[in-house]
């Protein structure tokens, strides 16, 4: 398995071992994208705990995720539809006797790639760290996402801890776009996105200071229904290393698995992926497509 520390050959030739063909999709030579991350949601795994989670690392990623942190847990989330004035389903259980185990990261030495577990949650992260790693693309991530998702199924049901059932699936672009190319300011976010007009009914109203958007898109199977939501987020920041304004520009898929197996899940991320770069190739302005060097 190649990761983001290995050669360019290797990385070519993960892309290569994916047998994927890139589709008939927007794409550019430089995306702002800094992160990305595929997520498997399943029902609650009883017999995971932290002794499992140490041994899932030990046995199955320690050589190329040597480092590890605890974090607090996602909750589940669910696409919920047909119920009037719920947007997002989130469910939690309150423990009483017993604090929630932990959400372990496993992460490789430049800490460009790591794996995220819970027990009832598998996410693969690629994201920038510095200005040194290119964003691999999508292939290359899905590729190893896959790989380790089998490797941790496989553990699954060696140590018998439940049935891997998989209900939701999840794909996250994070896009910081910095400003100094096509716009300056936070209130200029009309220069960035194509949503956004700075148009008044009377001149009492200027440009404002920032801008935050919260968009959100249902995504239909060919016979209409309802399998999952495209959640669309724009926030203004800055930037750490010159205090820059920026504009993170977040988008996800997230959905129900065409089926209950490792190919279903794939099949939403691709489905998930596409969606995505269409949509911020429709969200964004032409002008900033020239920005990155949009292609087609």
Same mark, same amino acid.
């Given at each position: ?9 290797? &990385? ?9 063909? *890139? ?16 997520? !498997?949601?399943?029902?609650?795994? &009883?017999? /995971?705990? +932290?002794?499992?989670?140490?041994? =899932?690392?030990?046995?199955? /990623?320690?050589?190329?995720? +040597? ?22 389903? &989130? ?15 496993? =992460? ?20 920038? !760290? ?11 991530? *899905?590729?190893? /996402?896959?790989?380790? =998702? ?5 553990? !699954? ?8 059932? +998989? ?10 776009? !910095?400003?100094? =190319?096509? $716009? ?19 001149? /009492? ?12 898109? &249902? ?19 800055? *930037? ?32 998930? *992926? ?11 302005? +032409?002008?900033?497509?020239?920005? $990155?060097?949009?292609?087609?």
């Amino acid at each position: 398995m190649a990761y983001a520390t290995d050669s360019a050959s290797d &990385t070519a030739a993960t892309w290569q071992a994916a047998k994927m063909t *890139r589709p008939n999709i927007p794409n550019f030579t430089n995306p702002p994208v800094a992160e990305v991350a595929l997520s !498997v949601q399943f029902e609650e795994l &009883t017999g /995971f705990g +932290p002794p499992q989670i140490g041994l =899932l690392w030990q046995q199955r /990623f320690r050589e190329h995720f +040597p480092l590890t942190e605890q974090h607090v847990p996602l909750p589940p989330q669910f696409e919920i539809f047909g119920v009037t004035g719920v947007e997002e389903v &989130t469910i939690g259980v309150e423990m009483l006797q017993a604090p929630p185990l932990p959400r372990c990261w496993f =992460l490789n030495e430049s800490r460009t790639e790591l794996i995220q577990v819970q027990t009832n949650r598998f996410i693969h992260n690629w994201r920038e !760290v510095g200005s040194e790693n290119e964003y691999p693309r999508y292939e290359p991530v *899905r590729a190893r /996402f896959e790989q380790e =998702l089998n490797e941790f199924r496989t553990f !699954v049901e060696q140590e018998r801890l439940g049935k891997w059932s +998989p209900t939701q699936c999840e794909i996250t672009y994070v896009n910081p776009i !910095v400003s100094g =190319l096509g $716009w300056q300011n936070h209130g200029e976010i009309g220069n960035v996105l194509t949503v956004f007009k700075s148009e008044y009914s009377d001149g /009492f109203l200027s440009n404002p200071e920032d801008i935050r958007l919260q968009i959100r898109y &249902t995504l239909k199977n060919p016979s209409g229904a309802p399998f999952g939501r495209l959640h669309v987020s724009a926030t203004p920041g800055y *930037r750490r290393s010159d205090g820059l304004p920026l504009l993170e520009l977040t988008l996800t898929a997230r959905g129900t698995p065409s089926s209950s197996d490792i190919e279903g899940v794939l099949a939403f991320l691709d489905l998930g *992926r596409e969606t995505i770069v269409q949509a911020f190739a429709s969200i964004t302005t +032409p002008e900033m497509h020239r920005i $990155w060097g949009r292609t087609q």
